[in-house]
């Protein structure tokens, strides 16, 4: 694969996951800002979602975010320089008063287990930019261990953040999502890189209050999240720890100080409505509700082949998967369906690179290595534009995730059959 389509799928599978670990840190229109890009990133490539339909704790997982919040305070690099500046939090409540960065810290080190010790500290305040955190190195003589927690806002509706990941994106050892008083608790543990490239070891606990607050504790089994050698087997907190650490109730100042107050009118006065959104330029004169994204899923399921088993499943607004078997081992396929494409039509469909079916639809058809570090993985796809910029990729890979080693030489589907599907009206009835 091109060096620059590979910068490409890596940049789309990140701006995925810093919009779901960061819809919630705002600017002035939040909503604007989060739609805006999002059209822009669908206009750019079709996005290879890692964890499209895991849930924000991967998000976080992937990106980075959550105890690394410093830039370079866990020594991540550039990377993670990148991401850790990439968020905004919302400083939600100028009637209660801040929690200084060196008070955060104190009662950080207040909250840790007190059989270790924490160094190469660094933290902000809920009124620092871009948010509240502490991270440091802790070490109870059990080996150096990168620690941090954050505190932030999720997006208004957005649950994510107290599911667990799909394993078809992502491998891990252990999550477990329960209610807890007051919000829902996840605790994760899996690795640095989902492939597992290295053998570190990143656990988490997310908590996401009521009202939509996180707190997220991020932990390693070594002294840097990236780029140092293991130094301990484990990382030094167990579930039940992070657990008492996130729902601890020396937070409750942070969280007072980053939940924004309830609105109340003045008597007699009238809450003014929202203005409607305006129809987007780049949305060829139609509004986004033109298109049923969440039938995405739906449509894909009706055209697999009867004979084959579907074992998962899955999708969001304009994205579906399933992994199938034929008998012959899993099989991931995934669809992305994009209306209103026509902007970059050339180039993502150049001239001499497609074929042009009678109705003026163009197609092209790729067979390449997988993106995600699985041994052997091979990604086939079908991609499609119709007249009028509607565009449908069907990819299929010889594996049921693709971060795991094949489970047969070939997808389970002909690149006919992916044609086949990338090309059926069907896709045609989710434009309204």
């Known amino acids: 694969m091109p060096a620059d389509e590979n910068d490409t799928n890596f940049e789309h599978d990140l701006s995925f996951a810093l919009r779901r670990a960061g819809d919630g840190f705002t600017a002035d229109d939040r909503d604007d800002l989060v739609a805006g890009g999002l059209a822009r990133g669908r206009r750019r490539?079709?996005?290879?979602?890692?964890?499209?339909?895991?849930?924000?704790?991967?998000?976080?997982?992937?990106?980075?975010?959550?105890?690394?919040?410093?830039?370079?305070?866990?020594?991540?690099?550039?990377?993670?320089?990148?991401?850790?500046?990439?968020?905004?939090?919302?400083?939600?409540?100028?009637?209660?008063?801040?929690?200084?960065?060196?008070?955060?810290?104190?009662?950080?080190?207040?909250?840790?287990?007190?059989?270790?010790?924490?160094?190469?500290?660094?933290?902000?305040?809920?009124?620092?930019?871009?948010?509240?955190?502490?991270?440091?190195?802790?070490?109870?003589?059990?080996?150096?261990?990168?620690?941090?927690?954050?505190?932030?806002?999720?997006?208004p509706g957005d649950k994510g953040f107290s599911e667990c990941p799909d394993k078809v994106f992502i491998a891990y050892d252990a999550c477990t999502a329960e209610d807890v008083p007051g919000g829902r608790l996840v605790v994760f543990q899996g690795y640095e890189y989902p492939d597992r490239r290295v053998d570190t070891k990143h656990w988490r606990a997310t908590l996401q209050t009521e009202d939509g607050l996180i707190v997220d504790l991020g932990t390693w089994n070594?002294?840097?999240?990236?780029?140092?050698?293991?130094?301990?087997?484990?990382?030094?907190?167990?579930?039940?720890?992070?657990?008492?650490?996130?729902?601890?109730?020396?937070?409750?100042?942070?969280?007072?100080?980053?939940?924004?107050?309830?609105?109340?009118?003045?008597?007699?006065?009238?809450?003014?409505?929202?203005?409607?959104?305006?129809?987007?330029?780049?949305?060829?004169?139609?509004?986004?509700?033109?298109?049923?994204?969440?039938?995405?899923?739906?449509?894909?399921?009706?055209?697999?082949?009867?004979?084959?088993?579907?074992?998962?499943?899955?999708?969001?607004?304009?994205?579906?998967?399933?992994?199938?078997?034929?008998?012959?081992?899993?099989?991931?396929?995934?669809?992305?369906?994009q209306p209103d494409m026509t902007d970059v039509e050339g180039e993502l469909f150049p001239d001499g690179t497609y074929e042009a079916l009678p109705d003026g639809t163009k197609v092209v058809v790729r067979q390449q290595p997988g993106e995600k570090g699985g041994e052997g993985v091979v990604m086939w796809t079908v991609d499609t534009i119709r007249p009028g910029g509607y565009r449908v990729v069907v990819s299929a890979f010889n594996t049921g995730a693709q971060h795991e080693p094949a489970t047969r030489a070939e997808p389970a589907f002909s690149i006919d059959q992916l044609r086949e599907i990338a090309t059926s009206e069907r896709w045609l009835r989710l434009k309204k």
């Open 222 to 337: 070594a002294p840097t999240q990236k780029d140092s050698a293991v130094s301990r087997t484990d990382p030094p907190f167990g579930p039940a720890e992070m657990k008492r650490i996130v729902t601890h109730t020396a937070w409750a100042p942070v969280l007072q100080a980053l939940r924004a107050p309830a609105a109340t009118p003045s008597p007699g006065a009238s809450v003014p409505a929202k203005p409607a959104k305006p129809v987007r330029p780049d949305s060829g004169g139609a509004a986004q509700s033109a298109f049923n994204g969440a039938a995405v899923r739906p449509t894909l399921l009706s055209l697999l082949p009867e004979e084959l088993s579907v074992s998962a499943k899955g999708g969001e607004d304009g994205y579906g998967y399933a992994v199938v078997d034929d008998g012959k081992g899993k099989s991931l396929i995934q669809v992305n369906a």
């Open 45 to 155: 490539v079709v996005r290879r979602r890692a964890g499209a339909v895991t849930g924000s704790v991967l998000a976080l997982a992937l990106a980075g975010v959550g105890g690394a919040y410093a830039t370079g305070a866990l020594g991540g690099g550039d990377r993670q320089a990148s991401v850790a500046a990439a968020p905004r939090p919302v400083l939600g409540n100028p009637e209660a008063p801040p929690v200084d960065a060196d008070v955060l810290l104190e009662t950080f080190r207040r909250v840790l287990p007190q059989d270790g010790r924490l160094t190469d500290t660094v933290a902000r305040g809920t009124h620092d930019e871009p948010g509240p955190m502490v991270s440091g190195v802790y070490d109870d003589g059990g080996g150096k261990a990168a620690v941090g927690i954050g505190f932030f806002q999720a997006p």
